[in-house]
């Protein structure tokens, strides 16, 4: 997360997180207009497309670490790549649910499987679900973060196959907002949503920031029991 290698301290870090997200949801529900078509319903956009960009974001962070753990030996690499990773898979999972419920209040389906661009994430939900099955399969050690970077490098070439599939769909269960002659909304709603992304990017790298506090805590206890035992 480029917040971390800015050295923001968390207290302000999650702070910084808390204003925009607040602020985010007084936007969405009190400053961008009512669509047309959707109405009401279609306010979940600005959770569910931000949810979905910061789950980009979260694996191909991890699959950049992984790749600074093969290349160039870079301490700590893949336990980041392994805390980035896990973040993703929740807001990929946050992802499938906010556009479940988007599709059933705007369209009647909760699902369908004849969109490519829903089956392709979810492809890539369950390929990085299958990433903590690999790394706990296997022993702690070099081993097991070498398996897990390259698994990681494998996955992240999913994302723009992921992502080209939502810009190039047509179908009507996911409408594609943003094109080639700019967003397709008006300048309130595409101020609220950049405010939800910048917020939703806020929220994971505090999450992201303290998740990795902990494993790294966690880490150097284990080291000094082995120590004293």
């Known amino acids: 997360m480029p917040s971390l290698r800015l050295r923001i301290s968390l207290p302000a870090l999650a702070t910084l997180a808390l204003g925009l997200v607040a602020g985010a949801v007084a936007l969405v529900f009190f400053f961008a207009p009512l669509d047309a078509d959707q109405g009401l319903s279609q306010k979940i956009f600005y959770f569910h497309v931000p949810i979905a960009l910061t789950a980009y974001a979260c694996f191909g962070w991890g699959a950049w670490k992984a790749l600074l753990h093969l290349w160039k030996r870079e301490p700590g690499a893949d336990l980041e790549s392994y805390v980035a990773i896990h973040q993703g898979v929740i807001f990929g999972a946050l992802t499938l649910l906010t556009g479940s419920i988007w599709a059933?209040?705007?369209?009647?389906?909760?699902?369908?499987?004849?969109?490519?661009?829903?089956?392709?994430?979810?492809?890539?939900?369950?390929?990085?679900?299958?990433?903590?099955?690999?790394?706990?399969?296997?022993?702690?050690?070099?081993?097991?973060?070498?398996?897990?970077a390259v698994y990681a490098l494998f996955g992240v070439a999913l994302i723009p196959v992921s992502f080209l599939a939502i810009r190039l769909a047509s179908d009507f269960i996911h409408p594609t907002v943003f094109t080639s002659a700019g967003p397709q909304m008006s300048a309130r709603m595409f101020f609220t949503f950049c405010v939800c992304l910048a917020g939703m990017l806020a929220l994971a790298a505090?999450?992201?920031?303290?998740?990795?506090?902990g494993k790294r805590l966690d880490l150097r206890l284990r080291e000094l029991r082995e120590a004293l035992a």
């Open 104 to 148: 059933r209040a705007s369209w009647g389906v909760w699902w369908t499987w004849s969109s490519n661009q829903l089956v392709l994430f979810l492809v890539l939900f369950l390929f990085y679900c299958a990433y903590f099955m690999l790394r706990f399969s296997v022993d702690a050690g070099p081993q097991r973060a070498n398996f897990s």
């Open 206 to 213: 505090t999450l992201y920031a303290v998740e990795l506090s």
